[in-house]
């Protein structure tokens, strides 16, 4: 995929993804021409192009600059057996099931590395894949963060709740408020779409399905909006007092 806008480029840069170019438009802004330059220097391709070719070849905003890559998904059967025992210490995971806008799904990526997520775990059918536009809106995070993409996500469940998680489940009917998980077990969140929330299957592999406090008239969030709150309001028994500057 060709990725576009500097986050995105510099994070391809120093990421764990391949990157195979460097893409400069003519007469791009400095901090293109900045990033062309620390890609030459760090020996990697760069070839410049005509104006707005980047645009183009990225299908987003580029500001001049854009990069040919390959993403790389975590594995999460290797990323759980690198943990250590009962998880502890670690940050909350998030699956995501069936999220198919790639707008939410970069969204929801930047919050969770902004949150001090350990991975978001995505389905491989029905959810939206890392894309060009997906990289864009999470500002570059979808390149540090591990993203893993796995067959089946009820399966993936079981997986992290032997490696220690307690996973909840986001459920707008559910009796019980989402709260903190007891310390150290730390919390696998489980996150549906918007339209249609957990699939059946999924909500019940999960331990507890719980919902967020809601005082309006309005009686939903969107996903990547819930994705911010859940992932904050866990994220404060695991991290207590960490500043958030």
Do not use: K
């Not at 030459?40 to 990225?58: F, I, K, N, Q």
């Not at 940050?91 to 990526?109: K, S, W, Y």
């Not at 969770?112 to 809106?137: F, H, M, N, Q, S």
């Amino acid at each position: 995929m060709v990725a576009g806008g500097p986050h995105a480029v510099e994070e391809a840069m120093s990421g764990p993804s391949e990157l195979h170019c460097v893409y400069i438009d003519e007469g791009a802004p400095a901090r293109a021409q900045q990033l062309a330059r620390a890609a030459r220097e760090a020996g990697l391709a760069v070839s410049t192009v005509p104006v707005d070719e980047c645009d183009s070849m990225s299908g987003v905003r580029s500001g001049g600059v854009a990069a040919e890559i390959t993403f790389v998904y975590r594995e999460f059967r290797e990323l759980l057996q690198e943990l250590p025992d009962g998880a502890v210490g670690c940050g909350p995971l998030l699956l995501l099931d069936q999220i198919t806008d790639p707008v939410n799904l970069g969204a929801v990526i930047r919050t969770a590395e902004a949150a001090g997520a350990l991975a978001v775990v995505l389905p491989g059918r029905r959810a939206a894949p890392v894309t060009a536009t997906v990289l864009r809106i999470s500002a570059g995070a979808a390149l540090h963060l591990p993203v893993c993409r796995v067959a089946n996500l009820s399966r993936a469940i079981e997986m992290a709740q032997q490696a220690g998680f307690w996973a909840v489940g986001l459920d707008a009917e559910a009796d019980d408020l989402l709260e903190p998980p007891p310390p150290p077990r730390p919390a696998a969140l489980v996150l549906g779409s918007e339209g249609s929330g957990l699939r059946p299957l999924v909500a019940r592999n999960c331990d507890q399905l719980a919902r967020l406090p809601m005082r309006g008239r309005v009686g939903s969030l969107n996903a990547s909006a819930a994705a911010a709150v859940a992932l904050y309001r866990v994220a404060e028994g695991l991290f207590p007092g960490r500043s958030s500057g």
